[in-house]
C-alpha cells in the first residue's frame, strides 16, 4: 500500500510548472513522465495530458481549471475536485513547481 499524498496549499492564484526534474512525451493523447530523480514512469490520462501540456509553462490554477471546463464535458465541482488532487499528486511526486 502506498502513503498517503499529503494536500499542499494550492489556491486559484497559484502558479505551477512542470518541474525540471522530468522528462515527457506525448503517447496518443496521453502523458508518460518519467521523474529523473527517481527513476518512476507516471501515466497521466487524455485529460491528465492535457492538464500536464497546459503546465509546461508556468500557469494560474483558475487558468488551468477553466481551459479543462471549455475542453471537456465535466462539471465546475468535478472539474475543481479532480484538478486539485492530479495538482497535489504530482507535487507530492516531485513533478510540480508551486509559485505563491
Known amino acids: 500500500m502506498s502513503a498517503p ?6 489556491a486559484p492564484s497559484s502558479i ?18 518519467l521523474d529523473l530523480k527517481q527513476g518512476v514512469y507516471y501515466g497521466l490520462n487524455t485529460v491528465g495530458a492535457a492538464v500536464w501540456a497546459l503546465i509546461a509553462e508556468p ?20 472539474c475543481h475536485r479532480d484538478l486539485y488532487e492530479l495538482l497535489n499528486e504530482l507535487a507530492a511526486r516531485g513533478l510540480l513547481r508551486i509559485e505563491p
Open 16 to 33: 505551477v510548472c512542470a518541474s525540471a526534474d522530468q522528462v515527457s512525451c506525448d503517447l496518443d493523447g496521453e502523458a508518460a513522465i
Open 59 to 78: 500557469r494560474r490554477v483558475d487558468e488551468i481549471e477553466r481551459a479543462v471546463l471549455a475542453e471537456f464535458d465535466v462539471t465546475p465541482e468535478q
Open 5 to 10: 499524498i499529503e494536500k499542499i496549499a494550492l
